[in-house]
């Protein structure tokens, strides 16, 4: 049997687009997707964060959250949250944003870390049970990237999985 | 309930790259993708073939079978079977191919008048017991089909569904 | 100095789009811009004849003339003039084409035996005094055929090149 | 006669990959095109700014100068020098890029104004005179850019342009 684990909290220093702090523990019993990108980063603009921004629009809000993750390791002083700010309205990305809270030593944030992405943009799908299923680095195939949201959606609830690597 | 009806009988003067003649009941047990088009239509070559080919790749064989169906209203002259061998050839497509049989009167064929098409490309997904789920007229975001494919291939057996609008 | 070369008149079996046959000699003074094709080759569809309808909208007709030749090298069953007729009205292509003569041994029709065309899409650039200035096989950028065009446009009357070549 | 007027000189607060500041009259006797854009504005990252760089591909750099302007008119915390740096890298825009000096009250930058551009992207075509030629708002197509360019390329120096408009 595979265990599954649950995908790490995240650490955010500040939130764009919701009113109030998001917590995974709080997205419990939805399929989250987590869109970990810069606003510099060219493929993230062409590529990641419209794939997020149509996830977004395809699926119901009750089974899907759609959560942007800012996560610098990179020209930290030319992508500050100001910068954002003005990235997000310009490129009218509707879903919650968070900013991945500065690291340790190697300029790489917390979040990012914790989830030992390869860089930008990186893709996670977490289920409804707060375990990490997936993860993807550059471009994912929007007909695959379907498929498994909606395995995650209609998947039963399985009595192994909720007390497995917790 | 919604009581789900069997899809059609397919009616085929002609096989492309399969061996021999397919049918929707030796098939019982996929999830089925029923690409109609027609070779001179531009939005099936542009957007709808390629579509299909995409299913083709991404889903297993195990899961999915793609079947193009060539159903040709207009143009009879232009897109017989002689035109449509070159094209499937020079477009390489792969998957199964059948030429709709011609129909009665109005120069729709069988199989096209039989599943009430509104033109090509037209896109029927039929599921593991053989009824019809969707059909989609024109464009399809890659987004959403991917995720109404996974819903047909992840589905439990229903006993009802089974049992309804044969 | 570089002699300049007539282009070789066009063997035309059959013309689509116009009224009476065209010839290269009907059309001095303008710069001819000569796209050969298939109907059933992929990148003269997505790609040449694209440009092909592009040209024939950017220029002014007094300037630049569009001609569409049909060179069918291979499938000659299949990409049929009937074939042919339905293709242009089904792409809305509103510019002057011609069936390319049948040729004599291998397969390959006369104007483009004549050219020497290395395949479809190719592009030839005739001046306005008739002679061939360049022939681009497989994708040619906008911008630089832009510019390529313009300059036989602007080009003045140079008393050497209409001697030369001839 | 239409009278020619000279192109504004632009007022630069700093530069991006070029030694030394670019002046308008220094690049007399090659066509100028200038870009208008801002860092945080979509089309100009989908479309204007790979337009420049296109251009600056496909002329020689003897014939046409493709020249950058950073013009700031909203988000001006955002779109700092030190940001556009990281821009530029991370884009990988090889052409000079200045930085458009702030303007006085209403935060039109001082070239902006100048031109009376209407927003971003714009793009200006200099003849090899200095005067500006042409100016376009928003999307312009590679074929017609292509053409306009060659154009002012091949342009006999004709004797009443250089009186006229100074």
Redesign the interface.
Known sequence: MTTLSKAPDWQVARWFNTEKPLTLAALRGKVVVLEAFQM???GC??DGLPLAA??HE??GRNDVAVIGLHTVFE?H????P??L???L???RIGFPVGVDEVGEANGIPQTMAAYQMQGTPSLVLIDRHGHRRAQHFGHV???????????L????EPADQTAAGD
């Open positions: 510099l980063c060219p603009v062409s149509r996830i395809t699926f020209h002083d030319a992508q500050t100001t910068s700010e003005a990235f309205h310009e490129y195939p929007d007909l695959r990237l379907g498929a498994e949201i909606m395995a959606i209609v998947e039963p």
